[in-house]
Structures are given as C-alpha cells and as structure tokens.
C-alpha cells in the first residue's frame, strides 16, 4: 500500500513537473547534469558560498539546459527524448550563463546603467531573455511567461501609457543590462540568489530524507495516530500531508505522494471520491505553509523583508497549525455527519512499528535545534542532509546506499528546475516594478480603493493574491503580490511579517481556490473524479482557514508579536474557533444542527477568532448554548429509548 523512494521519485519528478521520462542515453545525460549540479552546490556551502554573481550563474549554467532536456516544449513533442533543438537550446543556455562566471572580475568593477555594454553582452542578454521565457513556459507556467512578456514590453511603452502606467521609458541597451548583469533584480537578481542557495538545500534535504524512507514513515505515523477514529483515512491525509509538506513545501507533490495511499484508502472507507481527492488538496495546500521548510516563498520573504528566515518559521508556525485544526475539524464534522468509520485495524501499523522507524525524524527534530541556535538555513539543511544520511543506518532497510544518495541528488536538482525558472523569470518582472515605480503607484490605488479602510485593503490585496495565484506557483505568487501590495499594508499600520504572511498565505490558498483549483485537479486525478466538484469541495475544507490571515493581521500575538500570556490567550482563543467554526459550516457539533442553530454556531466561531476578550467570552457562551441544548435533547432521546 505504502509508496517506497522510487515510486515517490517517479510521481514527483516526473507526474508533478511533467518531465519527460528519457531513454537510457539521454537519461544518463540528465542524470550527471543533476548529480553535478546538487554536487556543486553542497561544495559550495561546505566550502564557503561563491561570489553572488559567481552562484547565480553556475546555478543557472545547470537549472537552465536541465529544463530544455527535462521539459517537452508542446504535446506533441517527443517524451522520451530532447529534440535537436532543445539539445542547441541547452548548450546555448551554458554559454550565456557562463559569462558571470567567466568574466566575474570585469563584470564586479563595471558602473551599472553607467558602463556601454559590450556587443557580446548585448547578445548573451539578449538570448538569456528569450531562454529563461521559454524555459518558464515550459516548466512553470504559461502566464508568468506572458507577464514577463507584458512587463518587457512595458519598458520601452512608458512615455505612451496614461496614469500611474506612465513612466519615461527605457532604451533597449538599458533594459538588457536590467535583465543581465545586475545582481539585484533580474534574471541574476536576489529571487535566483534565493534559489541558488536556500532553495536547493532545502529541495535535496527533502529527497534525501525521502530516499531514506521518511516518506514512508509519515503515512506509517498518521494511520497509527489517526486512523482508528471516525474518518481516519481522511484525518491520515490531513497529518501526513502536513509533515510531508514540511519537508517538500510542493503542494502538487504532496497530493500525488501522500494521495496515492490516502485517497484510495478513503474511498474504500465510504467517502465520496471527489471529497477524497479534495481532502488531499486541501490538507496539501496548507504543507506549503508549515515551518521549518515553507516551501522556496519563506526564503524569499527572508530575503525582501530583511526578516530572519528562523523568525518567520516561527511567526508562521501558531497559523500553520490552525489551518490544518480547521481542515481536520471540517474533515472529523464530515465523518460524524455521514457516520463513516475509520481504517480497517488490520490496515494499522503497529505502534511498535511506528517507534521503531521513529529516527527517521531526527534530520527534522535535528534542522529545527540548527534554526532555533543561529545556524544559517543553508547550513542547518546542509548538516541536516548528513545527518539524514546517518540515521539512515540504523536500520538496514533504510540504509542510504551510495546509489540512493545519488539517486536522491539526483531526484533534488531536477526538482529544483521549476522554482529557478520561477524565480529568475519573476526576478524580471520585479525589476520592472521596481524601476518604473509601478509597485509604489499599484500600493497607493490599493490605500485610495480602500478608502484607508484596513478591511477592504485586505480584502484587495486577497483578492490580488488569489488571482495571481490561480495561475502561477506560489513563489512566483508571493513575490508579485508582496511587490505590488504588501507595501500598502504596511503603510496602512500592518506588520511588516503579519503583511507578508498574509499575502503568503493566499498566494498558497490560490492552489484550492476555484475555478483553477491545481491541487484539486491533482487529487481528483488521483480519485477519478470530477475536477470541479473536487475544486469546490476542497474550497469549502479550507473555508475556516481563509478566516486565519486576517485573524494573525488584527492579533499580531497570533505570528508571535506580543506577551507568552497574549500569545497563550489568542491561540486558545482562536484554535476553539476555529474548530466551532469548522462545525457550523459542516452542520454538526454534538449533532446534526438546524438552520438557526448552523448560523449560530458560525457566529460563535467568528467571534472567538476576533481578538477581544468580551467578544470572545460572548463566543464561548454561544457554543456552550448550542452544545447545551443538543446535549439535552441527545438525553432526551436516549431516555425515550
């Protein structure tokens, strides 16, 4: 039933991304490029990080030709192979990024936007542009290829554009130069600084911990937690879910991962398949949220905001949690509703079992005690990935073997293909944003729309997040919105980590947000079932968890900004919300509620979460009104039997 380190391979690597599955040859081609390139940057931390030009363009000098061998560029292309032309594109790739490196000297001493660029600049940029577009369309996404394009084109269009799009416009040389050699934004900017060292720690961190058989031993964990309870199947989904999204932070991943076994499981339990498939995109949508990994978008919130990575895995971790309450309360509501059981005992693992396979959780427990005592995020997941190694001989089924470290570098770099697209294709819209001022015009319609109604501000910026998100991966998501609206926020009195997180937050909800709905439509491939009614469903699981953001942005307690006893208060306070809100939504506390009494119970959940004590106590007794009444007429008909 459980999924062994190939099988997570081939469904991550290959379903997730759409990468092709090479013949032999090619393959071994792929395969020394992926080794290589993981090799490279594990020397890198243990060495000492190289120059940030230096990083930027050896991670790209191998991301880039990986996504023309790895991507098919139509349908219609051959799967098992890369075309000629993708072959000409990928040696083109290698020379254009090799000139940071190259010629690091000269390009460290030139003025930029003050030194002519040279012809073969010129050139390289040029081609580097068009490669990293199609490279993005191919493995991320073709919207964020189109608002690349829109942006480029936005440049030279300024001085012909009214209001706040208006701009003085800028010179070809100028914008290739923008694009090519500055290392704060652009192709080579911070967002691929990010992926060239965070990013891809993190990424091989999670393959190796996953080839050393913790992938396993997180289903193993759930079902023998969870799944002698009502709707245990769908509860295994929720826990597994979350701690396989601490370590991949890829939601699509998580879904076909954790999914293969919980789905099937569900369904043979009695639950609907769509709301099978919609309990796994919910539960791994919010992985992507789940300290210490986060997914790259933590990373690069580090890096925008100056915050320390360690401080916003900590902020994030009190909303973390209440999302995955709110999506298991919805799920355990549903189970009492519909009377489902829980998984058959002799589909349990035994808790001796479980124990026995518990060291494949010490890297975690061992990343964590890094963050928590100063280390770096590039270091604690560069020792973490030794450590995974060496817990892995404590047993002889989990041994990491020289061929499964390769194999897990490997299965790390290809990966990491699809967020270095995405981040050096958003570093390019981004350096738009930045040199045309059309970020601080966007933030100042978001302040005039609203009124300087803080609510209705964060309802747009919501609403942005939610857009962008339906057709770009989170990080692209996150680092477009938080350019354009979470200065806004800020100026309107918000936290700086409250804002970004909240921007975050609903750059990830986007995955189960309708009509797109990406996780949903990986989980109802995986239920057969229909991608609408999955997409809805999985909406309305996560509907308590839409309360979460705006909760932490008036609570500031709620991402760690405050008194233990303020931050103790706010998280009672808004963990019985949500779960009272989970059960108005779903009809049912006790027992089934009337129409009155579901709204009730709504209103409860609402005003627990809102953070005044008079309004939260006003909650508490509203619920224990509701509770009361449905314990006594439970009474009552017990009695009458």
């Given at each position: 039933?459980?999924?062994?380190?190939?099988?997570?391979?081939?469904?991550?690597?290959?379903?997730?991304?759409?990468?092709?599955?090479?013949?032999?040859?090619?393959?071994?081609?792929?395969?020394?490029?992926?080794?290589?390139?993981?090799?490279?940057?594990?020397?890198?931390?243990?060495?000492?990080?190289?120059?940030?030009?230096?990083?930027?363009?050896?991670?790209?000098?191998?991301?880039?030709?990986?996504?023309?061998?790895?991507?098919?560029?139509?349908?219609?292309?051959?799967?098992?192979?890369?075309?000629?032309?993708?072959?000409?594109?990928?040696?083109?790739?290698?020379?254009?990024?090799?000139?940071?490196?190259?010629?690091?000297?000269?390009?460290?001493?030139?003025?930029?936007?003050?030194?002519?660029?040279?012809?073969?600049?010129?050139?390289?940029?040029?081609?580097?542009?068009?490669?990293?577009?199609?490279?993005?369309?191919?493995?991320?996404?073709?919207?964020?290829?189109?608002?690349?394009?829109?942006?480029?084109?936005?440049?030279?269009?300024?001085?012909?554009?009214?209001?706040?799009?208006?701009?003085?416009?800028?010179?070809?040389?100028?914008?290739?130069?923008?694009?090519?050699?500055?290392?704060?934004?652009?192709?080579?900017?911070?967002?691929?600084?990010?992926?060239?060292?965070?990013?891809?720690?993190?990424?091989?961190?999670?393959?190796?911990?996953?080839?050393?058989?913790?992938?396993?031993?997180?289903?193993?964990?759930?079902?023998?937690?969870?799944?002698?309870?009502?709707?245990?199947?769908?509860?295994?989904?929720?826990?597994?879910?979350?701690?396989?999204?601490?370590?991949?932070?890829?939601?699509?991943?998580?879904?076909?991962?954790?999914?293969?076994?919980?789905?099937?499981?569900?369904?043979?339990?009695?639950?609907?398949?769509?709301?099978?498939?919609?309990?796994?995109?919910?539960?791994?949508?919010?992985?992507?949220?789940?300290?210490?990994?986060?997914?790259?978008?933590?990373?690069?919130?580090?890096?925008?905001?100056?915050?320390?990575?360690?401080?916003i895995a900590l902020g994030a971790s009190i909303s973390a949690v209440l999302y995955f309450v709110a999506?298991?309360?919805?799920?355990?509501?549903?189970?009492?509703?519909?009377?489902?059981?829980?998984?058959?005992?002799?589909?349990?693992?035994?808790?001796?079992?479980?124990?026995?396979?518990?060291?494949?959780?010490?890297?975690?427990?061992?990343?964590?005690?890094?963050?928590?005592?100063?280390?770096?995020?590039?270091?604690?997941?560069?020792?973490?990935?030794?450590?995974?190694?060496?817990?892995?001989?404590?047993?002889?089924?989990?041994?990491?073997?020289?061929?499964?470290?390769?194999?897990?570098?490997?299965?790390?770099?290809?990966?990491?293909?699809?967020?270095?697209?995405?981040?050096?294709?958003?570093?390019?819209?981004?350096?738009?944003?930045?040199?045309?001022?059309?970020?601080?015009?966007?933030?100042?319609?978001?302040?005039?729309?609203?009124?300087?109604?803080?609510?209705?501000?964060?309802?747009?910026?919501?609403?942005?997040?939610?857009?962008?998100?339906?057709?770009?991966?989170?990080?692209?998501?996150?680092?477009?919105?938080?350019?354009?609206?979470?200065?806004?926020?800020?100026?309107?009195?918000?936290?700086?980590?409250?804002?970004?997180?909240?921007?975050?937050?609903?750059?990830?909800?986007?995955?189960?947000?309708?009509?797109?709905?990406?996780?949903?439509?990986?989980?109802?491939?995986?239920?057969?079932?229909?991608?609408?009614?999955?997409?809805?469903?999985?909406?309305?699981?996560?509907?308590?968890?839409?309360?979460?953001?705006?909760?932490?942005?008036?609570?500031?307690?709620?991402?760690?900004?405050?008194?233990?006893?303020?931050?103790?208060?706010?998280?009672?306070?808004?963990?019985?919300?949500?779960?009272?809100?989970?059960?108005?939504?779903?009809?049912?506390?006790?027992?089934?509620?009337?129409?009155?009494?579901?709204?009730?119970?709504?209103?409860?959940?609402?005003?627990?979460?809102?953070?005044?004590?008079?309004?939260?106590?006003?909650?508490?007794?509203?619920?224990?009104?509701?509770?009361?009444?449905?314990?006594?007429?439970?009474?009552?008909?017990?009695?009458?039997?």
């Amino acid at each position: 039933m459980l999924l062994n380190a190939r099988a997570l391979k081939k469904l991550i690597s290959q379903k997730v991304a759409k990468q092709r599955d090479l013949r032999k040859g090619y393959n071994i081609a792929a395969y020394v490029m992926a080794v290589g390139a993981a090799a490279v940057h594990l020397y890198s931390v243990y060495h000492g990080l190289y120059n940030p030009r230096m990083q930027r363009s050896i991670h790209l000098m191998f991301m880039l030709p990986l996504a023309f061998f790895l991507f098919p560029a139509r349908n219609t292309s051959p799967k098992d192979r890369p075309s000629i032309p993708d072959i000409m594109l990928a040696l083109l790739a290698v020379v254009v990024s090799s000139l940071g490196a190259l010629e690091l000297d000269r390009l460290e001493n030139r003025w930029i936007f003050a030194t002519d660029l040279l012809a073969r600049e010129l050139i390289f940029g040029t081609v580097n542009v068009l490669l990293i577009l199609e490279a993005t369309r191919r493995t991320v996404s073709s919207v964020l290829t189109y608002l690349a394009i829109g942006a480029l084109i936005y440049l030279p269009l300024g001085p012909y554009l009214p209001g706040i799009l208006k701009h003085d416009g800028f010179p070809f040389q100028r914008m290739v130069e923008m694009m090519y050699l500055d290392t704060d934004q652009g192709i080579y900017g911070m967002l691929t600084g990010v992926s060239a060292t965070y990013v891809i720690l993190f990424v091989l961190f999670g393959a190796f911990i996953l080839y050393a058989g913790a992938g396993v031993f997180f289903t193993d964990f759930a079902t023998a937690v969870a799944g002698r309870s009502r709707g245990g199947p769908a509860k295994i989904a929720v826990v597994s879910s979350g701690m396989f999204g601490t370590m991949t932070g890829i939601a699509v991943a998580n879904v076909y991962a954790t999914g293969s076994v919980t789905i099937p499981l569900m369904i043979r339990t009695g639950y609907r398949p769509s709301f099978a498939g919609a309990v796994e995109a919910a539960a791994s949508t919010g992985g992507q949220y789940m300290p210490p990994v986060m997914g790259a978008a933590a990373f690069v919130m580090a890096e925008i905001t100056g915050i320390s990575y360690y401080r916003i895995a900590l902020g994030a971790s009190i909303s973390a949690v209440l999302y995955f309450v709110a999506v298991g309360a919805m799920v355990h509501f549903e189970a009492l509703r519909t009377g489902l059981a829980g998984v058959p005992e002799q589909e349990i693992p035994k808790f001796r079992k479980v124990l026995a396979e518990s060291y494949l959780f010490i890297p975690v427990v061992f990343i964590v005690y890094l963050l928590l005592n100063g280390y770096s995020p590039m270091k604690a997941a560069f020792y973490a990935i030794l450590i995974s190694m060496l817990t892995s001989y404590f047993r002889r089924e989990t041994w990491m073997t020289p061929r499964k470290i390769l194999l897990a570098m490997n299965m790390g770099a290809r990966n990491t293909v699809m967020v270095a697209m995405a981040c050096a294709c958003a570093g390019m819209i981004v350096a738009v944003m930045t040199h045309t001022g059309l970020g601080l015009s966007f933030s100042s319609m978001i302040i005039a729309s609203s009124g300087g109604v803080l609510l209705i501000a964060l309802f747009l910026v919501m609403i942005v997040s939610l857009i962008l998100g339906v057709g770009l991966p989170t990080t692209a998501a996150y680092v477009l919105t938080a350019a354009l609206a979470a200065p806004a926020l800020e100026r309107m009195g918000v936290d700086q980590l409250a804002a970004h997180l909240f921007v975050f937050y609903f750059a990830i909800i986007a995955c189960v947000t309708p009509p797109v709905s990406i996780c949903a439509y990986a989980g109802a491939g995986v239920a057969d079932a229909d991608p609408v009614e999955t997409g809805f469903t999985a909406a309305k699981l996560a509907v308590a968890g839409f309360i979460v953001p705006y909760m932490f942005v008036y609570n500031p307690s709620l991402v760690t900004h405050g008194t233990l006893s303020e931050i103790f208060f706010s998280s009672i306070t808004a963990l019985f919300g949500v779960v009272i809100l989970a059960g108005g939504l779903q009809g049912w506390l006790l027992s089934k509620t009337g129409a009155i009494e579901k709204w009730l119970v709504v209103a409860a959940g609402l005003a627990m979460v809102i953070p005044h004590i008079w309004v939260s106590l006003f909650g508490f007794l509203l619920t224990a009104g509701v509770v009361s009444r449905q314990w006594h007429c439970l009474r009552t008909a017990r009695s009458g039997t």
